[in-house]
């Protein structure tokens, strides 16, 4: 995909992540919605369609949910709406086709609303709805589920370089620390290093050698952003461009792929950097998807922060920690942040806005300038990286 020239986010909204009870997925939605709008300084009228990324796959009863943000907005009547899903890639997808829109001409405003309500059914219906963005025929038929996918991942890395049990669980005692610094996130409480690395009654495995300290949370929640065009931005209040934008996909099966190596993350991070004209060390911070510990080290190999089987490396150097050269999810991440699967997307690139107009208060990374966002469908299936820079 080509690098985006003219698209900037110039208004975004966030509600909290977590077991959201008072809150339908139409109440979700139309929080945001009034939230990013009025943030953005332009009227609901000025927007010419909508986009929502929502997996639901049985989540809640409305599978025909394109047209909510609408019932929130009436000025938004008339306009073209679309439901987006692409696993959990669901929100990415949501804004990239806003963003084709705008460089078409069919657009010059956009609306993209992410957003999940998962929590009004079982945990056990909760890991069979996921489990269908798996490769269903070979996967989910055969009772696998998205823990025991990427346990098998994690077994796979451990064969080839060795057991990194203690990498995973400082993963998730940085993720977890962070977390506690962002308003937002389901789980502001720390975990040390030793409770996320011992087998205990409180982190019991999960499966293979992933602990519950290990795997992402299930959440409600939304974030929104309102996209425009190059000629909308001397009205914006504040704008970041979306630099360089890539999706790739991969064959569904891991049957017909090394999942050890990320590869479809890594042809997405090398696309988005090679069309914004940057490396991987000129970024300010990333955020990325953490949906497992293993994931977020095979994804510092991915991006380039490290060779293949020396991810720990990036941990052990203080690189990707608070403070470090490219922090990576300062937020939390899906670990602490919380997960609920169409918002992952939007609330990317939401905090990343944030952090880059110097507004993400406790999160804030000192003097951020260029960011990287990662989100990830299924188990490196569908594959999304943005560059963001401030311009206004």
Not at 98 to 111: K, M, N, P, T, V
Not at 141 to 167: C, M, N, Q, V, W
Not at 210 to 236: F, Q
Not at 295 to 310: D, I, N, V
Request: overall charge negative; proline content about 4%.
């Amino acid at each position: 995909m080509r690098s985006n020239i003219g698209v900037s986010i110039v208004g975004w909204a966030h509600s909290p992540f977590g077991r959201l009870a008072d809150m339908d997925l139409e109440a979700l939605i139309a929080t945001v919605c009034h939230e990013a709008i009025d943030h953005s300084g332009f009227e609901a009228e000025r927007v010419d369609g909508v986009w929502l990324g929502n997996l639901n796959g049985g989540f809640v009863p409305e599978i025909f949910c394109s047209s909510l943000p609408i019932n929130a907005e009436p000025g938004l009547r008339w306009k073209p709406a679309t439901r987006l899903e692409n696993a959990c890639a669901s929100g990415a997808a949501a804004i990239y086709a806003a963003c084709d829109a705008i460089e078409a001409g069919r657009a010059r405003i956009a609306l993209v609303v992410g957003a999940e309500k998962m929590t009004a059914v079982s945990g056990d219906e909760v890991t069979r709805i996921l489990g269908s963005a798996s490769y269903v025929k070979e996967e989910a038929a055969l009772g696998k589920t998205f823990p025991s996918i990427f346990g098998e991942i994690a077994s796979g890395y451990f064969e080839r370089y060795g057991d990194h049990s203690a990498t995973l669980a400082q993963i998730a005692a940085k993720n977890h620390a962070n977390g506690v610094s962002n308003p937002w996130a389901q789980m502001r409480k720390a975990l040390d290093f030793e409770f996320c690395n011992t087998v205990s009654e409180k982190n019991p495995l999960i499966a293979g050698p992933l602990r519950k300290t290990d795997c992402s949370l299930v959440s409600d929640g939304a974030a929104a952003l309102i996209l425009a065009a190059a000629d909308v931005l001397p009205d914006a209040r504040q704008a970041v461009r979306i630099r360089a934008r890539a999706q790739v996909n991969d064959f569904l099966p891991l049957s017909r792929r090394d999942a050890v190596t990320f590869e479809g993350p890594r042809r997405a991070w090398q696309g988005a950097l090679r069309d914004a004209g940057c490396r991987i060390g000129d970024l300010s911070f990333a955020e990325i998807h953490d949906c497992f510990t293993i994931a977020e080290l095979l994804t510092y190999e991915a991006m380039g922060l490290a060779p293949e089987g020396k991810g720990a490396d990036a941990l052990a150097e203080g690189t990707v920690r608070r403070g470090g050269r490219l922090p990576v999810n300062v937020s939390g991440g899906l670990k602490a942040k919380g997960h609920p699967i169409g918002a992952t997307g939007v609330s990317m690139h939401a905090i990343c806005a944030m952090q880059l107009t110097g507004i993400a208060g406790d999160m804030q990374v000192p003097g951020a300038e260029l960011a990287g966002v990662f989100n990830m469908g299924g188990a490196a299936v569908a594959n999304y990286v943005s560059i963001l820079e401030r311009v206004k």
